[in-house]
């Protein structure tokens, strides 16, 4: 079957660097998403790992590593702003391709 | 550029009702998928349609459909409700590349 895995909730401190974690299972896999979504709000991406290495984009950089079936998304210079659940999700591939997501981390951070 | 128009925003129903909720991609966009959103188990894939063809479909039961016109409208129906389909319903278009999904912001239903 197909599992992702992340932390449920973690919380951190304005200005500090916070590092979620996402481990998969999957076959077909073709890529990895990251998405945030506010409270009561659409989800956003935010980046995308078809290969293993980092990728950065302004505070925010998501690393992965296939043979390992892990990532993680690290958020630098944290603002209260980066408070809401980030959403591992993956690629898929088997006769047609979808995006499969994990349940979602909750970030809280505290002033 | 437009984004993902989803109508209604919100809906009322009572469980045994069917109900249709719409979903315009934004223009270009021939891929629309599908998810259900809830607390407790995130977001479940229904199905994603590609020119009017169903291409993928998740594990949900046959009281949900979809179907997608020649303009790339999509339409998902769920007939014969039950308390257990309340949820928000997020609809996400794309081009099937690395820019991965551009969601609506979802019709919440409620099933009472």
């Known amino acids: 079957g197909q599992n992702i895995d992340q932390p449920t909730e973690m919380t951190a401190t304005e200005g500090a660097i916070v590092q979620i974690n996402c481990t998969y299972q999957?076959?077909?896999?073709?890529?990895l998403f990251w998405y945030q979504q506010h409270a009561g709000e659409a989800p956003t991406f935010l980046s995308y790992?078809?290969?293993?290495g980092l990728e950065e984009k302004g505070r925010f950089s998501s690393f992965l590593s296939r043979s390992k079936g892990y990532s993680y998304l690290l958020l630098k210079e944290l603002q209260m702003k980066d408070s809401a659940s980030y959403l591992c999700?993956?690629?898929?591939?088997?006769?047609?391709?979808?995006?499969?997501f994990g349940s979602g981390t909750r970030l809280s951070i505290r002033p | 550029k437009a984004g993902v128009t989803q109508t209604p925003r919100y809906l009322i129903k009572t469980r045994g009702q069917q109900v249709t909720l719409s979903c315009s991609p934004i223009?270009?966009?021939?891929?629309v998928s599908w998810y259900q959103q809830t607390p407790g188990q995130g977001l479940q894939f229904l199905f994603e349609?590609?020119?009017?063809?169903?291409?993928n479909k998740g594990n949900f039961p046959g009281r949900f459909s979809g179907r997608q016109f020649s303009n790339s409208r999509s339409e998902m129906n769920v007939s014969t409700l039950e308390l257990g389909d309340s949820a928000l319903y997020l609809c996400?278009?794309?081009?099937?590349?690395?820019?991965?999904?551009?969601f609506g912001s979802g019709t919440r239903l409620t099933v009472v």
């Open positions: 223009s270009g966009h021939r891929s």
């Open positions: 790992n078809v290969l293993d």
């Open positions: 999700a993956v690629r898929v591939y088997s006769s047609a391709s979808k995006i499969i």
């Open positions: 996400a278009s794309s081009l099937g590349d690395s820019r991965g999904y551009t």
């Open positions: 349609y590609f020119s009017e063809t169903q291409r």
């Open positions: 999957t076959s077909g896999f073709n890529g």
